[in-house]
């Protein structure tokens, strides 16, 4: 049995990022899943692992990780998944694209920031997913035409942004969002897709 251990939940946006990552660096791992709709991420044993209750987390290298964005840095310097470019500008301008979906839009359709403002209720969750939804991809395709048409978001290979993106198109798809309309995104989508380390992280 692997000693790396994956705390996960499978539609969590954040859990999604890391299962691609690890894929990518073809990392074996186990997955202990945290059931958010039932509240195990609340309980004492996973406030234990994680003291925000919060998933992912990550055991790994001897270390217990939290926060994908910091697991996803950890992963790309001790593995060079090469997920951001080499210079300093374009990993910055990467960084940017990235956390455009990981910072400003993810936290606001995280589902207890959705539930605490909508109660749970219909149709004001649908209507705060559309509302949300639509404004970050967006920008994030106007973001992209800082970058070169490729394969990927900023490069043939896939990086950090893709990452942070693809989990983002299946909240859209769950909750009803159209994007067909944004080129650049749709064609990183089917790169990604494409892509084995995408396929097996996939919720579904």
């Given at each position: ?11 969590s ?9 690890l ?6 791992y ?31 290298d ?5 926060q ?25 301008q990467?960084r940017?694209?990235a ?15 959705m ?11 649908n ?10 991809l967006?920008?994030?395709?106007a ?6 048409q ?15 993106l ?13 994007y ?6 749709a ?9 084995p380390?995408?396929q097996?992280a996939?919720?579904?």
């Amino acid at each position: 049995m692997t000693d790396v251990v994956l705390w996960d939940y499978p539609k969590s946006s954040a859990s999604y990022r890391l299962r691609i990552a690890l894929n990518l660096a073809g990392i074996a791992y186990r997955i202990e899943t945290v059931n958010l709709l039932t509240g195990e991420h609340r309980s004492d044993a996973h406030r234990a692992r994680n003291p925000q209750g919060l998933v992912p987390v990550l055991d790994i290298d001897g270390l217990r990780l939290t926060q994908s964005l910091a697991i996803l840095d950890y992963l790309d310097e001790t593995r060079a998944l090469g997920l951001l470019p080499t210079d300093p500008s374009g990993r910055a301008q990467v960084r940017a694209l990235a956390q455009s979906i990981a910072v400003d839009l993810h936290p606001v359709c995280n589902l207890s920031v959705m539930l605490q403002a909508t109660g749970g209720q219909e149709p004001a969750r649908n209507d705060w997913m559309r509302h949300f939804i639509p404004i970050g991809l967006d920008a994030f395709e106007a973001l992209l035409t800082a970058f070169p048409q490729t394969a990927f978001a900023a490069g043939d290979a896939p990086g950090l942004a893709d990452i942070c993106l693809m989990p983002q198109l299946y909240n859209a798809r769950r909750w009803g969002v159209a994007y067909s309309h944004l080129p650049r995104i749709a064609a990183v989508e089917v790169a990604c897709n494409a892509h084995p380390a995408f396929q097996r992280a996939a919720p579904d």
